[in-house]
């Protein structure tokens, strides 16, 4: 159970709390900005902007959204949807303090409200404070928007096998995959509890579907910079729950410790567990590659193409860049402007009959 924890334990490893300076709006509005006249703004237009680089998750688009949202406050201080997404922005950029404030006006006069469950209980749960974050769960959980509910539950299960509630944990975990099969966090927290509960061979096979899911993802959208690092913590999960498989067909010490001698009868399976090890450890080794390789390279060719994007160079070698990472579209793409400035461009002509059918695809408009 202790071993179960600690691979739940990657999924949290990196949201230790740390103060963020002005993450709250009402910090860094002028004084006296009560009394002047606000402006006038696109409410929706500016919860929308404000949505979708949250969901970005970047430092520089998460005060981005702080600014639209600080401004639909000053409009409407009284927007439960800007309020909700104050705290959420405030989470993601790890003040808990005023993550928990927002959180809490909101749910002083709507006690069921979703988003501000859910807030609050990805709060706790950052925090290691499971029955303060299972009691905001459990309640997000049954209210919870369909598109919602398998994200939502999969914290849960996970708040459950912290407090060594392992059956409530299992059965929650299966209702996060029921409730949508190709959800990474619910088949990952499936997969995890099945192994803190040695149910080896299940474990096994919600592994494998999960490397599935996360290859057919990042096939899909290959330069994703959130699915990436979930990603990673699949990979990462998978290899620390099979060295755990490993260590149980091994003969165990005095201490009860595993040894390097293998129990009996048992050396087929140790073998096949080493190669799931390798397969794991390999795609994530790649992973990490990729990641190294976008953060290093790919801002400095989209920087060059905002102070001149008519540089045929510039967006011919930005289209190699993403042929490296696999974003074959958006590098089909990128040839198609350059023809459009110079058609009779070897190079580009080349490179879009390297890329084949996918040069015919429209590029994916998120990147």
């Not at 110079?342 to 084949?356: F, R």
């Amino acid at each position: 159970m202790v071993r179960v924890r600690i691979l739940i334990g990657v999924f949290c490893a990196a949201a230790a709390w740390g103060q963020a300076p002005g993450s709250d709006p009402a910090s860094t509005q002028p004084a006296g900005g009560a009394a002047d006249a606000p402006a006038k703004i696109d409410v929706k237009d500016s919860l929308q902007r404000a949505q979708a680089l949250l969901e970005s998750g970047t430092e520089e688009d998460l005060i981005a959204a702080q600014q639209f949202l600080q401004d639909v406050l000053r409009v409407e201080p009284t927007n439960a949807d800007a309020i909700i997404m104050v705290g959420e922005v405030a989470l993601e950029r790890r003040d808990g303090n005023v993550a928990r404030r927002y959180f809490s006006d909101v749910l002083k006069l709507e006690e069921n409200n979703f988003r501000a469950n859910r807030g609050m209980g990805e709060l706790y749960f950052r925090s290691k404070m499971w029955r303060q974050a299972m009691r905001y769960l459990e309640t997000a959980a049954r209210v919870a928007p369909p598109d919602k509910r398998a994200e939502t539950l999969s914290v849960l299960a996970r708040c459950y096998v912290q407090d060594g509630t392992v059956n409530k944990a299992l059965e929650t975990a299966q209702q996060a995959v029921a409730s949508d099969a190709k959800n990474v966090d619910a088949l990952q927290t499936l997969t995890v509890v099945r192994m803190g509960q040695k149910q080896f061979e299940q474990a096994l096979e919600d592994g494998r579907k999960l490397m599935e899911l996360v290859e057919q993802k990042l096939h899909d959208n290959p330069a994703d910079a959130k699915l990436l690092r979930q990603s990673g913590q699949v990979y990462q999960t998978l290899v620390e729950g099979l060295i755990l498989y490993h260590a149980t067909l091994h003969l165990p010490n005095a201490r009860g410790e595993p040894t390097t001698d293998p129990i009996p009868g048992k050396e087929r399976e140790i073998a096949q567990v080493l190669v799931r090890i390798g397969e794991a450890r390999g795609r994530q080794v790649v992973l990490e590659s990729r990641i190294s390789y976008l953060r290093a390279v790919l801002p400095y060719y989209e920087k060059s193409l905002k102070f001149d994007d008519q540089s045929v160079p510039a967006l011919l070698a930005y289209a190699r860049v993403l042929l490296v990472v696999e974003r074959t579209s958006d590098a089909a793409e990128q040839c198609r402007k350059a023809l459009e400035i110079d058609p009779t461009n070897v190079e580009a002509q080349q490179l879009l009959q390297q890329i084949g059918p996918a040069a015919h695809e429209p590029a994916a408009a998120s990147r």
